[in-house]
């Protein structure tokens, strides 16, 4: 089963709509996604806007998007890096082959939720802070050093990659129809 965000999508005049995938016995999610090479940018030039375009539109809510999300077993993942949940003033950011190359020991735990498991929030724990190596759309190295929310919404993203779900590593599930943690 798929949900359909109204998006214009890649294919010079074509039009079509970016369909993110939903997590039951689904494969394209349980399966890892492979690194991009360079000579490869330029094939998905297309899709790296369109995920930027979908992930800085307010009015969807949501401020992150991994490649297998939207069918595409590639290592790229769009984020917006917050401060807080509130922030209106955040900075979006296109990844390629994103890693962490270190994670803090303090964990916290928290409420995630996924485009790809709708409907859901469930207490998760995570890292705290991460160091984060990635490539721009330049082929330039970056590291970043992230915490709370960033960190967070990057590792939830980075999990997609590797054919993990948020579902995978609850701690607490919200249900939200009861409005109490089960």
Known sequence: MNYFV???HINK?????LAIEIWRNN???RTVSQEIRQDEIRKYSKIWEEMVKFVKNSSNWWVWLA?????????LICVSLLKSYNDDNFKTIFMINPKIIEKWEKMVIDEEWCLSVPGEIWKVERPDEIKLFFLDLKWK??????????SRIVQHEIDHLDWILFVDKVVKKWD????HIL
């Not at 190295?141 to 960033?150: D, G, P, R, T, V």
Request: hydrophobic share 55%; aromatic share 12%.
């Open 141 to 150: 190295e970056n590291i970043l050093f992230l915490k709370w929310i960033s």
């Open 13 to 17: 005049l074509k039009f079509m709509r």
């Open 176 to 179: 939200l129809h009861k409005d």
């Open 6 to 8: 109204k998006i214009k």
């Open 67 to 75: 490649a297998p999300q939207i069918w595409i077993l590639k290592r």
């Open 27 to 29: 494969e394209i999610l």
